[in-house]
């Protein structure tokens, strides 16, 4: 069973991400500094860091390099979706970036492909002249403005897309007031593709879930 080191200074993200991981076949700890990386290195080798990216600097540093001495992959959680890209390019090992809240299905793909392992992600085909999807080799036809909303959420899969962002994308509004609208068509597209493939997101708006 593969062990998951989890380094985070925020005890609710980390027992979350703890529980998460546990649920599957991973085993997760929580650690704190990098003695605690290099002992379970010469236990287990390359083990996989998960390192929430709200640390202080002179804590992260620390972790980093050893990281990269004993070549760890990484998996970096943000709640900040604009920091991904300055986040691997701190790293110069294997790493990915999950946004936080981050689902479970979402978690473990990213930490499948950090390790290697076979993909989850499940099939999605989606032809927007003839706005006709396959979900795992089953075809579902939409109007035009369920696959203008299917799009938009395609753009970040795996990831919240607020109702606003969904709402100026699909539909080119830019009041909140119309938010409704994106709503009920999320329980259209939902009796049509199925309930597990658009996750709601609290306090933000849906995810188009692939892993």
């Known amino acids: 069973m593969a062990t998951i080191l989890i380094f985070s200074e925020n005890r609710q993200i980390a027992h979350k991400l703890c529980d998460s991981l546990n649920k599957g076949k991973y085993e997760a700890k929580l650690c704190s500094d990098q003695k605690e990386l290099r002992t379970a290195a ?3 080798e390359n083990p996989l860091m998960i390192m929430d990216a709200s640390m202080k600097w002179t804590s992260c540093r620390p972790l980093l390099e050893a990281g990269m ?3 760890c992959p990484v998996l970096f959680i943000t709640g900040d979706r ?3 890209s300055h986040l691997q390019a701190l790293y110069g090992g294997r790493s990915q970036v999950a946004v936080w809240p981050v689902g479970q299905k979402m978690l473990l793909e ?3 492909q950090l ?3 076979p993909s989850a992600k499940r099939e999605l085909h989606v032809d927007a002249d003839t706005q006709v999807v396959t979900l795992n080799g089953r075809r579902v036809e939409l109007t ?3 696959m203008a909303l299917l799009l938009a959420l395609m753009e970040n899969p795996d990831a919240p897309v607020s ?4 709402l100026r994308e699909a539909w080119g509004y830019q009041s909140i007031g119309e938010t409704r609208t994106v709503d009920v068509h999320v329980q259209r597209l939902r009796k049509k593709m199925g309930e597990d493939w658009i996750e709601t997101v609290y306090k933000c708006g ?4 692939l892993a």
Do not use: C, D, F, V
């Open 82 to 84: 604009s920091m991904s």
């Open 42 to 44: 010469k236990a287990e």
């Open 144 to 146: 035009a403005q369920e």
């Open 110 to 112: 990213l930490i499948r």
């Open 206 to 209: 849906y995810r188009l879930r």
């Open 69 to 71: 001495e004993l070549n």
């Open 115 to 117: 390790m290697g392992e």
């Open 163 to 166: 109702r606003e962002t969904l």
